[in-house]
Structure formats: structure tokens, C-alpha cells
């Protein structure tokens, strides 16, 4: 079993920045990546990163605007947000499978998500 654990969200206003953690327990050694999903809308990929960082993906959308990293020693990843823009309001969810993927249904565990709301 795994747990994850989302925190950082809140309102913010356009152009602003934002940065989510992901606090996991449970395993190790697993991929990492953020999802979103907006009312009336399917999940959708944010980002992702291998257990070593050594592998990155990022959605067409949030590409030079979001990074994404982790800290293995604290069993921790993160979401820098930056020029946040209406659209990116969503719940944002972090997942874990012990492989890197840019789809919803290849990970085993999920988070309870964190709010993220930009106002226009």
C-alpha cells in the first residue's frame, strides 16, 4: 500500500505561482506524476517524473510554465506552478506507479487532490 498526500493549493490570481507537495509513504522507488481535472472535464496529465528524476514529462500546456521534482530522502514531490492562468483552475492529484507514464489508468495509487483556483 501506498499513501499520498497533496498539499499546497489555494486561490492565486493570474500570472501568479503556486507549489504543490506530495507527501508519499508506504513504498519506494516508484514514478510520480500530477494530474488534473476540472469540473465537467476528464482527468488529465500535468507531469511526471521518474523515481531517479532522470525521466520528465510535461503536458504541451503547462511546458515552461510548471516543473516538477522530487526529494527522495523526504519522500516528497513537487509542482512549481508559475504564470498561472484561468485554465489551469482545477484539482490537481498526485499518483505513483513503479513505472513513468503520461496516462491516468497506469497508476496504482492516488492522492485526494488539492484545489487550485486562479482567478482571472
Known amino acids: 500500500q501506498m499513501t499520498l498526500v497533496e498539499s499546497g493549493g489555494g486561490l492565486v490570481q493570474a500570472g501568479g505561482s503556486l507549489r504543490l507537495s506530495c507527501a508519499a509513504s508506504?513504498?519506494?522507488?516508484?514514478?510520480m506524476g500530477w494530474f488534473r481535472q476540472a469540473p465537467g472535464k476528464e482527468r488529465e496529465f500535468v507531469s511526471a517524473?521518474?523515481?531517479?528524476?532522470?525521466?520528465?514529462y510535461y503536458a504541451d500546456s503547462v511546458k515552461g510554465r510548471f516543473t516538477i521534482s522530487r526529494d527522495n530522502a523526504k519522500n516528497t514531490v513537487y509542482l512549481q506552478m508559475n504564470s498561472l492562468k484561468f485554465e489551469d483552475t482545477a484539482h490537481y492529484y498526485c499518483?505513483?506507479?513503479?513505472?513513468?507514464?503520461?496516462?491516468?489508468?497506469?497508476?496504482?495509487?492516488w492522492g485526494q487532490g488539492t484545489q487550485v483556483t486562479v482567478s482571472s
Open positions: 499518483a505513483a506507479d513503479p513505472k513513468i507514464s503520461t496516462i491516468p489508468s497506469d497508476y496504482d495509487y
Open positions: 517524473i521518474s523515481w531517479s528524476g532522470g525521466s520528465i
Open positions: 508506504g513504498r519506494t522507488f516508484y514514478a
